[in-house]
């Protein structure tokens, strides 16, 4: 993308994990960002460290006033909005039938609810500004089920499909807006779970932030035909299930 000279960004959950990758990988571009994060210390200290080009505001992604106040400051910081990255996340562990009703609410609140907030007020702005990019993180588990984690399921299909249809809409004014669909990924979101998780995957590994803020890079940077539709970076998970054949090893 051209027109990102004296334009800002926004990244929310960008003070650890994937969003502080992406965030990085922005600045190493020369887009200046805004981190919005619950997480103050780490958001200042991953702000002081990159320079003039970024700083930290404290964000609840489900709060409207403090998506205004993000949005203002990242404009009369940085310039017009040119790019906002949905990367918030939390996730829940429970099946349908364990999982509290107020937790399963909490995670669509903030994995899609928080996403269609900043997309809802982002997107008069970056229709002002003559277009822009909008970035959704979702996961595999926005492309296919998972047992015992039914709220994080629902909230990132959702995310797919919003992605959707806010491409439709806002094409016209030269905003795309893409999903990305991350595997397993190292971060602290992840920091409990078993490594063998990866262990069928073509690819059998974890994935690192810093590859899937490569694909946010290009999807902002690159990708000027590519709107409504998914990227996927899974090492393979979601390509089709390993049968084997008689007396082959992995
Ligand atoms: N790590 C993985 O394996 C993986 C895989 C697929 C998708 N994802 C998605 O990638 C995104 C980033 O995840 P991560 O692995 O870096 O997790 P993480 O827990 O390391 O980071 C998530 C960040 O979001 C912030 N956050 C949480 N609730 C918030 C709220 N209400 N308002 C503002 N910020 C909030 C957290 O403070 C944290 O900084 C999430 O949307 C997650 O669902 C992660």
């Not at 006033?65 to 310039?79: I, T």
């Not at 364990?98 to 609810?113: I, K």
């Not at 069928?200 to 940077?221: D, I």
Request: with cysteine; proline share 4%; aromatic share 6%.
């Amino acid at each position: 993308m051209t027109e990102l000279e004296g334009r800002s960004a926004v990244v929310t959950g960008g003070a650890r994990g994937i969003g502080a990758a992406v965030v990085a990988a922005l600045a190493k571009e020369h887009i200046s960002v805004v981190i919005g994060d619950l997480l103050e210390p780490e958001g200042t200290a991953l702000a002081d460290s990159l320079g003039a080009g970024a700083l930290f505001r404290r964000l609840d992604v489900t709060d409207e006033a403090g998506w205004r106040a993000v949005l203002d400051d990242a404009e009369a910081e940085f310039g017009p909005l040119a790019v906002l990255i949905n990367n918030a996340g939390i996730v829940d562990f429970g099946g349908i039938e364990s999982e509290s009703p107020a937790m399963f609410r909490h995670v669509v609140d903030v994995n899609l609810y928080g996403a269609w907030l900043g997309m809802h007020l982002a997107a008069p702005r970056l229709r002002a500004a003559g277009g822009g990019v909008i970035v959704n993180i979702s996961s595999t588990a926005g492309l296919i089920g998972y047992a015992g984690v039914g709220g994080y399921v629902a909230s990132k299909w959702g995310l797919r499909g919003l992605t959707k249809a806010a491409a439709l809409e806002l094409g016209p004014a030269n905003v795309r807006v893409c999903s990305i669909h991350p595997g397993p990924i190292h971060t602290p979101m992840t920091e409990q779970m078993d490594e063998s998780v990866a262990a069928a995957q073509p690819l059998a590994r974890f994935g690192e932030p810093e590859e899937v803020a490569a694909m946010v890079r290009f999807l902002v940077t690159e990708a000027t035909y590519s709107t409504g539709s998914e990227f996927v970076l899974d090492g393979g998970a979601t390509a089709g299930q390993v049968v084997g054949l008689p007396g082959e090893t992995r």
